[in-house]
Structure formats: structure tokens, C-alpha cells
Nanobody, 124 residues
Framework: QVLLVESGGGLVQAGGSLRLSCAAS????????MGWFRQAPGKEREFVAG????????YYADSMKGRITISRDDAKKTAYLQVNSLKPEDTAVYYC?????????????????WGQGTQVTVSS
């Protein structure tokens, strides 16, 4: 059984930082590209960041570039998303996703597995 479990969300003041984690099990993590997406209330899910196998390539949403860093630790089977200078508009449920083949993608439809999400709420 494949499981992706996000953690690290919570309530934070604007300007603060969070480090989200995504712990994977039941799959060959090192072979997967990983992605982070988010969905705000009333909005569609959107791409945040992606990282290729072995972390060779990273991809970021233009809207968040400069404030976020995606990374991975294959030994721990965990992907991370560091978000700095948080804004109220960053409030959303953040999801991690695993893609079994190929590089990371901004398109959520081709990811194979998803976590349950972690809520990030940014107060002004």
C-alpha cells in the first residue's frame, strides 16, 4: 500500500515560515518525481513545486518563486517544502504527490499518488 503523509502545516502569522514534510512508504521513493500542490477554498488545485529523481531538477510556481524551496531525502523517503515570507493568500491545503515515471510536472493529472494534505493558515 502506497502512503504519502504530509505534516508541518498549521497556523502562522504573515511573514513567518513553515517547513512541510511528505513521508512516503510502499513505493520506491528514489525513483519518483515529487510534487507539491495547494488548494485554497473555492479555488482549483495549483502547482507549487516539483523535484526530479535524485533532486537534479527543481521547478517552482512563478507566483511563489523566491519564497519556496523543495528538497528531498531519499534515505528518509521524505520530500520537503520550505515556505518563507508567508502571506494570507498562501492559506490552503498543501498536498504532496508522487509521479512514478519521468520528471516532475506542473500538471496534477499525471501524478500517481497523493497525500491527504496538510492545512496551512496564514493570519494577517
Amino acid at each position: 500500500q502506497v502512503l504519502l503523509v504530509e505534516s508541518g502545516g498549521g497556523l502562522v502569522q504573515a511573514g513567518g515560515s513553515l517547513r512541510l514534510s511528505c513521508a512516503a512508504s510502499g513505493l520506491t521513493f528514489s525513483s519518483c518525481a515529487m510534487g507539491w500542490f495547494r488548494q485554497a477554498p473555492g479555488k482549483e488545485r495549483e502547482f507549487v513545486a516539483g523535484i526530479s529523481q535524485r533532486g537534479g531538477n527543481t521547478y517552482y510556481a512563478d507566483s511563489m518563486k523566491g519564497r519556496i524551496t523543495i528538497s528531498r531525502d531519499d534515505a528518509k523517503k521524505t520530500a520537503y517544502l520550505q515556505v518563507n515570507s508567508l502571506k494570507p493568500e498562501d492559506t490552503a491545503v498543501y498536498y504532496c504527490a508522487a509521479k512514478l515515471y519521468g520528471s516532475a510536472s506542473t500538471f496534477d493529472g499525471i501524478y500517481n499518488y497523493w497525500g491527504q494534505g496538510t492545512q496551512v493558515t496564514v493570519s494577517s
